[in-house]
């Protein structure tokens, strides 16, 4: 999951291979159905949990990675992802882009480094969820003179549990100090929130009952998302009984009117799989096992969904430590039925 998507698909091509001899054969791009590799963004050690605020064009993607420690605490990072397919061969593209610091893109989005910093500690920062505010244009100190905004979600286990933080740049390019998200964390791990589209409610997983379980509490319509954030009120949080199982669930993420999530419970084919639930009639839907074609003896964690206008199905990332792969957990795409509502 988010607010509305604002980069449109890019076809590529470029000026130097568009020949009059060139015919754009292809008018739509697929995503392949078999898990892929996500390459060089990966590393020997562990990477997952991770987040992308829009899909299209080049975008940045936030994810938890012990590469930094050399395999001891989980670090946030961010690497700009291309995703496009090009009209002319077909050929897709899902991968990272090193092609240029200059793009303007990758200038607008360099402040990412400062909330890396801003959030990053010696303990372990997990589960990212970047929700875009748009374009800034004062205060920026880029050669381009504007900042792309997000609000930034994670957990830390700073404190000892994992409790859910957020940093921001809505006013200033520099992200804002962490704050905890006071009324979703408790005396256990909290983390991965997740927001309905409208922002009228998070989902997030806890293990504050026993095992971890996905949980959500309403939020106040009237209130912005920071205003919301920042509310010190209790609020009634509540089990998701139709999400939640005997076993451990875990790192719900919504896209519109889909949720995608892991959970180890009964009648997987490994430890933890990928599972949705889609939103039908202001409820969740049992949750049913992706199959599989993307699940595994191993654990595939963290899953993020998204829609992209041009492709014949819709986009999957997420973590997975099956075999094949450059160690540990490493990040994968996939190709899954188009179930996202726009």
């Not at 988010?2 to 009059?20: D, H, Q, R, S, W």
């Not at 291309?82 to 991968?95: C, F, H, N, W």
Request: aromatic share 12%.
């Amino acid at each position: 999951m988010k607010n509305k998507f604002f980069a449109p698909v890019l076809f590529a091509c470029l000026l130097a291979a568009c020949k009059p001899d060139h015919k754009l054969t292809f008018t739509s791009g697929t995503f392949p159905e078999t898990p892929v590799n996500l390459g060089d963004i990966n590393s020997e050690f562990d990477d997952y949990n991770s987040a992308l605020s829009v899909i299209g064009s080049t975008s940045p993607l936030c994810f938890s990675s012990k590469r930094n420690s050399s395999g001891g605490n989980f670090d946030i990072i961010y690497k700009m992802l291309d995703v496009y397919t090009s009209r002319i061969d077909g050929k897709l593209t899902v991968a990272e882009n090193t092609s240029s610091s200059l793009m303007d893109i990758v200038i607008e989005n360099a402040n990412l480094n400062n909330a890396m910093g801003t959030i990053n500690t010696s303990a372990d920062e997990l589960g990212p969820y970047l929700i875009s505010q748009g374009m800034k244009f004062t205060g920026s100190t880029n050669m381009n003179k504007r900042y792309n905004s997000y609000i930034l979600l994670y957990a830390t286990n700073q404190s000892g549990n994992l409790d859910i933080k957020y940093t921001e740049n809505l006013n200033q390019e520099s992200y804002t100090t962490p704050k905890p998200v006071k009324f979703l964390n408790s005396l256990k791990d909290d983390a991965y929130p997740s927001f309905t589209q409208d922002f009228s409610s998070v989902y997030f997983c806890s293990n504050r009952d026993g095992n971890f379980d996905i949980y959500q509490t309403d939020l106040d319509k009237n209130k912005d998302i920071i205003s919301n954030l920042d509310d010190a009120s209790t609020k009634t949080i509540a089990r998701d009984a139709v999400l939640s199982s005997a076993a451990d669930d875990k790192c719900p993420y919504i896209a519109n009117n889909v949720m995608v999530f892991t959970s180890n419970r009964a009648g997987g084919y490994g430890d933890f799989d990928l599972y949705y639930s889609l939103l039908v009639n202001g409820k969740w839907s049992a949750p049913v096992n992706f199959g599989p074609a993307i699940n595994t003896t191993g654990d595939e964690y963290r899953p993020i969904i998204k829609s992209m206008p041009g492709f014949t199905n819709d986009f999957m990332i997420f973590s997975s430590n099956r075999p094949g792969g450059k160690g540990g957990f490493d990040l994968y795409y996939v190709g899954v039925k188009k179930m996202i509502v726009l």
